[in-house]
């Protein structure tokens, strides 16, 4: 039986690696995207003010490039946030997995700890049995039969 779960207990800790390293890569690429995202958003406020195209004009043709670079640069962002959105609900599961990874690892390692636990019991009764046999015997040699 410990073989067995001592066996289960390996494949356990491989599934729970294998979570574990789909959780960081997941939550990698989350924190990128973000960064994506928040890097949009930066260029999209430094284009209200001014800054990203570099002209103050007031002209129509400037007004009109302005427009049209924030409304790429909006919806650039748009599918950027849900893109973010996508890679959240990835690293959310990826977390869910890896938690039910662990629990399962941790069930057969708590099997694994009351079999060792029952074994040790079983042979430490078995010594005890042993020594009271031989003392049993011992006694009826010193002591007549």
Do not use: C
């Amino acid at each position: 039986m410990r073989r067995a779960l001592a066996a289960l207990l390996r494949v356990r800790d491989a599934h729970k690696k294998v979570a574990e390293r789909e959780f960081g890569a997941a939550e990698r690429e989350r924190i990128r995207q973000e960064g994506q995202v928040d890097a949009l958003r930066d260029a999209m406020n430094s284009s209200h003010s001014g800054d990203e195209l570099g002209y103050p004009g007031g002209d129509a043709s400037w007004l009109a490039i302005e427009h049209s670079y924030r409304l790429r640069m909006l919806v650039r962002l748009r599918k950027e946030e849900t893109v973010l959105e996508q890679r959240s609900q990835e690293s959310a599961q990826s977390r869910e997995l890896l938690v039910e990874a662990d629990k399962e690892r941790r069930v057969v390692e708590l099997a694994l700890e009351q079999h060792d636990a029952r074994v040790a019991l079983e042979q430490r009764r078995a010594d005890g049995r042993k020594i009271d046999s031989m003392a049993s015997a011992r006694w009826w040699r010193e002591n007549g039969k």
